[in-house]
């Protein structure tokens, strides 16, 4: 098979041969059909006239012997009867009729035949060969009396109709090998064209994109979907260098001063006084603790992704969380000189993970308290929505996040604080992301009321859940 060119080689070249020889298998059925459909139907008209026209001469033997026969042959061969007759007597001598002699190949008396004869054309004045069919009676005394009927016409016609229809099933069958091996090789050209993208791409090349023709075709949906997943997978690469490099500079401080402190006890050794090993152990779990929290963070969103806790979803209110959240962060927003407030419906219910949904919008609310200025509001607010969704939404006046960069900030480890001065490792929205996928929840981030003394945009980033309605058993049901 591998001798074969690229394209017959293809599923839809031999496709293509099946349909056309399919098609051409059709054909050929039809031929028999319309053979049986014509040829059967003339053969049987024949023989029904045939049978009368015996059936008519042996009433006349019957009553008037093998005269009233020959007169009957006399005058119907006369006349402008349809039907041909050769009556002889016995030896074969020619009696009457229209025909001058028998056949040469006549069949057995009794049985209808199909035979050949000659006639005179007088438009072409040249005798022609016809087609006939005919029954021999024999009658006694060794009479015989051949009676038919021409079947040139018929014949004829059931010939040209099948012969149409060989040449039509000849030309479906040239016309599907020519079609199948054009289609087949633009089919194949197109799928070397991605085969080579794919190559690309493995050899190291992500800017590879399948070519498309835009005729919205299979293929062209092909192609296209794979220079999204291309595109993904590009995106997600460099995330993933972008990540490498965050993590490296964020953990690149903590195990360094780790490092000295340990060093510094090494070189002091005994010298060194209780409170001032304590105070360096502090400072060194401290700087453990955030490596530890870095790496639990990261984990967590991985989780979170691959979708593993969602069987600890439950139909909740969040109105108690949210009560909790507010009188945990409302000290915290006056110890910085930020105005907080709660708006908190009761009664809503949806279905999620509360201490995942705890963990996201701490993490908002933190980022909200931590680039406020002093002066400004942060406000938390849960609430139906007109079109039956339950949002939670933290809303502040501080600087807000450029439009651009709004779906960057989403990402692990993305800080808009390219120089870091501010703590933190960059994972906390990237967390709030993946909780907001795992519930199945629309995640909005827009401009907030903004402060018209600072002239901030504010920030305005909310989860719209599905409600969900309780039932006695406690389960839930999205509505």
Do not use: C
Not at 236 to 242: E, F, Q
Not at 244 to 268: C, F, K, V
């Amino acid at each position: 098979m591998n001798h074969l060119p690229a394209f017959m080689r293809t599923t839809t070249f031999r496709f293509t041969i099946l349909a056309a020889s399919l098609f051409a298998l059709s054909a050929f059925a039809l031929l028999a059909f319309v053979y049986e459909s014509t040829a059967g139907v003339f053969t049987r008209q024949t023989d029904l006239l045939l049978a009368r026209q015996i059936t008519e001469f042996k009433s006349a033997f019957n009553k008037g012997g093998i005269n009233a026969v020959n007169k009957i042959v006399v005058e119907h061969s006369t006349g402008r009867d349809p039907y041909l007759y050769v009556f002889t007597r016995p030896g074969g001598k020619f009696v009457s009729g229209n025909l001058s002699a028998l056949p040469s190949a006549m069949p057995k008396p009794g049985a209808n035949r199909r035979f050949t004869y000659k006639v005179y054309n007088p438009e072409t004045q040249a005798r022609e060969t016809h087609r006939a069919r005919g029954t021999l009676i024999r009658f006694p005394g060794d009479y015989m009396l051949l009676v038919a009927r021409d079947t040139e016409e018929e014949s004829a016609l059931v010939d040209r109709i099948s012969r149409s229809v060989w040449i039509a099933a000849g030309l479906v069958l040239a016309l599907g090998l020519i079609s199948g091996t054009l289609i087949s090789r633009r089919f194949a050209s197109r799928l070397d064209a991605l085969n080579n993208v794919a190559r690309d791409v493995m050899a190291g090349d992500l800017k590879r994109r399948a070519p498309r023709n835009n005729t919205g075709d299979e293929l062209d949906e092909l192609a296209e979907n794979l220079n999204a997943m291309l595109s993904q997978i590009e995106r997600l690469m460099a995330a993933t260098r972008h990540a490498g490099d965050s993590i490296a500079h964020d953990l690149r401080s903590p195990l360094t001063r780790m490092r000295n402190r340990l060093e510094g006890q090494l070189r002091t050794g005994e010298n060194l006084d209780a409170r001032e090993a304590k105070a360096a152990l502090h400072s060194t779990l401290d700087d453990a603790d955030q490596l530890l929290q870095t790496f639990n963070s990261v984990l967590r969103i991985a989780r979170l992704e691959a979708g593993e806790q969602r069987e600890t979803y439950n139909a909740i209110d969040p109105a108690p969380l949210m009560h909790d959240l507010a009188e945990l962060f409302e000290p915290v927003a006056e110890d910085s000189g930020l105005e907080f407030s709660a708006e908190i419906e009761d009664g809503l219910h949806i279905r999620a993970d509360q201490g995942l949904l705890a963990q996201a919008f701490s993490n908002v609310l933190d980022n909200a308290l931590k680039y406020t200025p002093k002066g400004g509001a942060v406000a938390l607010r849960l609430r139906k929505q007109r079109n039956g969704k339950v949002a939670i939404s933290v809303t502040d006046t501080g600087p807000g996040v450029p439009a651009d960069k709004r779906e960057a900030v989403f990402k692990r480890f993305v800080r808009l604080e390219e120089s870091r001065t501010q703590s933190g490792s960059g994972l906390g929205l990237a967390l709030v992301f993946a909780v907001a996928k795992a519930h199945g929840a629309e995640l909005i981030i827009d401009d907030g009321a903004g402060d018209h003394a600072t002239g901030n945009p504010g920030l305005h980033i909310a989860m719209a859940f599905p409600a969900a309605r309780m039932r006695k058993n406690k389960t839930s049901t999205l509505t």
